[in-house]
């Protein structure tokens, strides 16, 4: 790898890593820093003495993103950062590497005193993670969250967010104030661990996204008649797990026949009533998450998988009904910022690799308003959201050496 044309302090951004991971870590190895959490608090009012001593203007809007802002005077800002919020359990990399790497190129910038066009932001997202609904604060930002959802909003344990947030000093029915003019964004860029296998397995570090997945997630509900397992003879049940298993034998066929290398199909939580050893089951209840960056794939698939399931119910005398949870949409990265990021491997001597990301980002709102894309650098053996989650150091350098040069020339 040829020297980076600019360059981070690599030793301030390590520094800040092996900090950040100490909050809200137990003694399983894992961080439980779930969004506005006491731990989350703790890490947001560190960040917030981190800008300011790194002599940054400190922002905290209406959704409680906060930033770290250089030459907020010019018009519109080249915008870098993730989220500080995790999974229970998680790893110290995901969405904090975004947040810190991102706060090391604006301080660096500065430093450097060079001459920009635009100003650049640092920021760290509200609950990304999803312990209220996920993506909370870049959907606010780029004016995607809508005031029903506010109020609705509710974690596993019970908390509001209505709650959760007047405990840290904001009033949530203002989130949706937060909203940016999108004239005021020129670009934006995430930078990410790949949270799956495919840079660590061909020895590349660094991948260029193309594109977000989008996806959709069903309730499936498939209801039979329960009856006693010893003397209803097999031909004549009305069995609900059958239709399961047969429905989950179609999965991969159907990718196949009509989905991409992009498309993935999970069925993750099943459930059986009512759930006895002896009575054959007469209900179940299952969740099918299918994901692809093709609007047009996943609509083909969606029709695939009903088809398949009305086939599954009828060869088996069940009713089906189908709720659907979640719809998110495929985002494409902008050609521009992805050749911006591209150009700059070139000139650093670095190895990339072009792919999709399969997992959701903040980056997926931001699609909406701006020109936008993502970096990303290894997980090692594939592993995220867990305690196991990791990058080698020197792949996270390069990540932000490029993160670096891209804003950079993105700014200038």
Wanted: proline share 5%.
């Amino acid at each position: 790898m040829m020297p980076a044309l600019n360059s981070i302090n690599s030793t301030r951004l390590q520094h800040r890593i092996q900090t950040l991971a100490e909050i809200g870590r137990k003694p399983d190895g894992g961080i439980y820093r779930m969004a506005l959490s006491p731990a989350d608090l703790e890490a947001r009012a560190w960040l917030g003495n981190e800008i300011t001593t790194a002599g940054l203007e400190l922002h905290t809007d209406l959704a409680a993103n906060i930033s770290a802002r250089w030459r907020s005077d010019l018009p519109s800002t080249v915008m870098s950062g993730s989220h500080l919020d995790s999974v229970p359990g998680a790893g110290h990399l995901d969405g904090a590497l975004g947040v810190l790497t991102a706060l090391e190129c604006v301080q660096r910038i500065k430093e450097l005193d060079l001459p920009l066009k635009h100003g650049l932001e640092a920021i760290a997202f509200t609950d990304e993670e999803g312990r209220f609904g996920g993506m909370l604060g870049s959907q606010a930002l780029t004016g995607q969250l809508s005031p029903g959802v506010v109020l609705s909003a509710r974690a596993l344990d019970g908390e509001t967010l209505v709650e959760a947030m007047a405990k840290a000093g904001f009033d949530a029915q203002q989130m949706p104030l937060a909203e940016r003019d999108p004239l005021t964004l020129h670009a934006f860029v995430e930078m990410h661990i790949e949270q799956g296998p495919v840079l660590d397995s061909i020895n590349c570090p660094i991948g260029i996204v193309q594109a977000i997945t989008g996806l959709f997630k069903w309730e499936v509900t498939l209801e039979g008649e329960s009856n006693h397992a010893g003397t209803t003879p097999m031909e004549m049940r009305r069995d609900a797990f059958q239709g399961v298993v047969d429905f989950a034998g179609q999965l991969q066929r159907i990718l196949d026949e009509y989905g991409t290398r992009n498309s993935r199909a999970t069925i993750g939580k099943l459930q059986l009533f009512p759930g006895a050893a002896n009575v054959v089951p007469g209900k179940a209840v299952f969740t099918l998450e299918v994901r692809d960056t093709d609007p047009a794939i996943l609509a083909q698939l969606a029709d695939a998988y009903q088809r398949s399931l009305f086939a599954v119910a009828r060869q088996h005398d069940l009713v089906k009904h189908v709720a659907v949870l979640s719809e998110l949409p495929p985002a494409p990265c902008s050609e521009q910022v992805v050749a911006t990021i591209r150009q700059q491997a070139g000139a650093m001597g670095l190895a990339h690799h072009t792919m999709p990301s399969g997992a959701a980002h903040d980056c997926q709102m931001l699609t909406q308003v701006t020109q936008a894309g993502m970096i990303f650098v290894p997980s090692k053996g594939g592993k995220s959201h867990s305690p196991h989650e990791w990058t080698a150091f020197k792949d996270i350098e390069a990540g932000a050496n490029l993160l670096l040069n891209t804003l950079i020339s993105l700014a200038s």
